[in-house]
């Protein structure tokens, strides 16, 4: 089939290679001529196991094009997808500028009967947005697809090929069959394709990513509570994730969610909300605990160090998680700007985001080229994201390179008995200190 995806961010490029692998001519199309550039020279603009073999693979078999040109990838097509970004709004609400923009492209250049995926997150309605910018310019009929995007940056390619499910948001029959011959190779082991209503697809991405965040600040606060009574969450989190109607992911505390997906689109949910006057007290609430949450670390850090003013922190990991270089809304630019504020200089290391992050954050922290460097006339080393190479690390090194021996854990890392023998002062979230 042909398929032209427009956007090729982190979800576009994904969308785009995963397509091209199951044998369809996909052309990706961008206006950021820089990155179409590099993405035509194998070069990823985002870090992402397992992508760069694809793209690499697909364009070299010419299943995957390149191009800046959004009227030749429209006129090609059979499918479009939009993966454009729907940043927050002012007031919070998805900006769909982007999406329309490239709705009333796809109407002008259509040059047949085609369906128009929406694949970019977009609030419940936007579909009727769409339509109506498509419709103002179309020669042809067409058909609209609400298909929200589950991937995880870290395993996105993963969760493309593997899906747990497919969400398929169509209003006739030919998007319907369209769809799910595309989909029909990803989902060979059985896992649900589910079609529905139009709003109930645009509903149903927001949904899901308001209940992830919920569990995120319900395990936090949850952890904060042990830390204050005494108890340790690790058991806390294997005793309520052994119980079937509740499961054990999403369950680990840390420094609170960030991320291009989780912060705006809990916002954007409750801003949707409360438009149509119906309140979203829990998830209201899950916002200002994550915002509450950021903070964390650096109390832990001023209990262990007392006054912060003229101290120096090692921060490992930037990224919003493991796994990804992506540092949109990550926790350590608000732990950054808190140290910065105390009088607090920092050196920090990730394995794959200090790219991002120098742009950021410019001369104001230092950086360095292993984890290990960044400890070197340090008060105390803050693990920030939960990276592999961090899991593990030699501790007699640590100990010995710190100034002194202070480890902040915000992802509950290591064992506070190893800690203790080790003779760290250990502080982590919702377990003993050590
Ligand atoms: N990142 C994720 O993990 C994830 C997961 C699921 C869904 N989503 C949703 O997918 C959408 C895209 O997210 P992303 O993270 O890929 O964004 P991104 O910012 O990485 O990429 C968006 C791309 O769109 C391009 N673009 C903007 N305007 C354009 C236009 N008029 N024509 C052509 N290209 C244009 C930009 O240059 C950029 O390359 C968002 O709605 C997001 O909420 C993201």
């Known amino acids: 089939m042909n398929i032209s995806v427009i956007g090729t961010g982190y979800v576009g490029l994904v969308v785009g290679a995963?397509?091209?692998?199951?044998?369809?001519?996909?052309?990706?199309?961008?206006?950021?001529?820089?990155?179409?550039?590099?993405?035509?020279?194998?070069?990823?603009?985002?870090?992402e196991p397992g992508l760069e073999p694809l793209v690499e693979r697909n364009q070299k078999e010419e299943r995957l094009i390149f191009t800046t040109d959004l009227r030749d990838a429209i006129e090609s097509a059979e499918v479009v997808f939009i993966a454009v970004g729907t940043p927050p709004g002012e007031d919070g609400s998805a900006d769909l500028k982007y999406v329309l923009q490239?709705?009333?492209?796809?109407?002008?250049?259509?040059?047949?009967?085609?369906?128009?995926?929406?694949?970019?997150?977009?609030?419940v309605g936007s579909a009727a947005k769409v339509g109506?910018?498509?419709?103002?310019?179309?020669?042809?009929?067409?058909?609209?697809?609400?298909?929200?995007?589950?991937?995880?940056?870290?395993?996105?390619?993963?969760?493309?090929?593997?899906?747990?499910?497919?969400v398929l948001g169509v209003a006739s029959d030919f998007a319907r069959r369209v769809m799910t011959e595309i989909y029909s190779p990803f989902v060979r082991t059985g896992k649900p394709v589910l079609i529905m209503d139009i709003s109930s697809a645009e509903m149903t991405k927001y949904a899901a990513n308001g209940m992830l965040a919920t569990r995120i600040s319900f395990m936090n606060e949850i952890a904060n509570l042990c830390d204050k009574m005494g108890a340790n969450?690790?058991?806390?989190?294997?005793?309520?994730?052994?119980?079937?109607?509740?499961?054990?992911?999403?369950?680990?505390?840390?420094?609170?969610?960030?991320?291009?997906?989780?912060?705006?689109?809990?916002?954007?949910?409750?801003?949707m909300a409360s438009e149509c006057g119906v309140p979203l007290d829990v998830l209201t609430a899950v916002e200002s605990a994550n915002d509450r949450q950021k903070t964390?670390?650096?109390?832990?850090?001023?209990?262990?160090?007392?006054?912060?003013?003229?101290?120096?922190?090692?921060?490992?990991?930037?990224?919003?998680?493991?796994?990804?270089d992506d540092m949109r809304e990550a926790p350590a630019l608000s732990i950054v700007s808190a140290l910065l504020g105390e009088g607090v200089s920092i050196c920090a290391h990730d394995p794959a985001a200090m790219e991002h992050a120098r742009v950021l954050l410019g001369n104001r922290i230092d950086f360095a080229e292993t984890n290990?460097?960044?400890?070197?006339?340090?008060?105390?080393?803050?693990?920030?994201?939960?990276?592999?190479?961090?899991?593990?690390?030699?501790?007699?090194?640590?100990?010995?390179?710190?100034?002194?021996?202070?480890?902040?854990?915000?992802?509950?890392?290591?064992?506070?008995?190893?800690?203790?023998?080790?003779?760290?002062?250990?502080?982590?979230?919702g377990r003993p200190s050590a």
């Not at 490239?102 to 609030?123: D, N, Q, Y």
């Not at 609170?256 to 916002?267: L, R």
């Open 18 to 47: 995963c397509l091209a692998e199951t044998g369809n001519t996909v052309k990706c199309a961008d206006i950021d001529q820089a990155k179409i550039d590099g993405l035509r020279n194998n070069v990823l603009p985002i870090y």
């Open 102 to 123: 490239v709705a009333t492209l796809i109407g002008r250049h259509m040059m047949r009967e085609m369906v128009i995926v929406t694949k970019s997150t977009v609030p």
């Open 132 to 166: 109506a910018a498509v419709a103002k310019e179309a020669k042809f009929p067409f058909h609209l697809c609400s298909n929200p995007e589950f991937l995880k940056e870290g395993d996105a390619v993963e969760d493309f090929m593997r899906p747990d499910r497919v």
């Open 233 to 271: 969450v690790d058991f806390v989190r294997r005793g309520i994730g052994s119980d079937s109607r509740i499961g054990q992911s999403f369950l680990f505390p840390g420094p609170g969610y960030g991320g291009s997906c989780f912060p705006k689109d809990v916002k954007a949910l409750v801003k």
């Open 296 to 324: 964390v670390l650096v109390s832990k850090l001023r209990a262990a160090l007392g006054d912060l003013k003229g101290k120096r922190v090692a921060l490992w990991g930037l990224a919003f998680k493991a796994g990804t």
């Open 372 to 429: 290990y460097e960044a400890l070197t006339g340090a008060d105390a080393l803050v693990v920030v994201t939960d990276w592999m190479e961090y899991r593990h690390p030699d501790f007699e090194r640590v100990k010995r390179t710190l100034k002194q021996p202070v480890i902040v854990d915000g992802r509950n890392l290591y064992d506070v008995e190893k800690m203790r023998e080790l003779g760290v002062r250990y502080h982590s979230i």
